[in-house]
């Protein structure tokens, strides 16, 4: 089974997507904060892909990829970044900073499930 981390600081977000995402039939970590989710990141059982919101408090999303993205360990994990931005600018950053890929706000199952699946085939 397919192992997601989800972050994002909106609570409803967090257990919306959570929802989506393990009827979809993933298995789904979260956590509300970049920093605090290295220890799912970077613990015994890394996620296959991370969906991570851009604006969040202590470190944003944009930051916190390219902060994976020049890690051995984290380099090769998809992320897909989530945000209520206006799409030509959330696809524009996250060319910048290497994300592979982007999802705008508000999203329903399908959405978020077929963005996923883009990205993480099964």
Request: proline share 6%; no cysteine.
């Amino acid at each position: 089974m397919k192992h997601i981390l989800v972050i994002d600081d909106d609570p409803v977000v967090l257990v919306m997507a959570r929802d989506f995402l393990e009827d979809a039939g993933y298995r789904v970590s979260v956590a509300n904060d970049a920093i605090y989710s290295n220890d799912v990141i970077y613990g015994s059982d890394p996620p296959d892909l991370i969906l991570m919101d851009v604006m969040m408090p202590l470190m944003s999303g944009d930051k916190k990829v390219r902060a994976l993205k020049r890690r051995d360990r984290s380099s090769n994990i998809p992320v897909l970044l989530i945000s209520g931005k206006e799409e030509n600018e959330l696809q524009r950053l996250a060319g910048e900073v290497g994300a592979d890929g982007y999802l705008t706000k508000p999203f329903n199952a399908e959405k978020l499930v077929g963005g996923i699946r883009l990205h993480l085939p099964d």
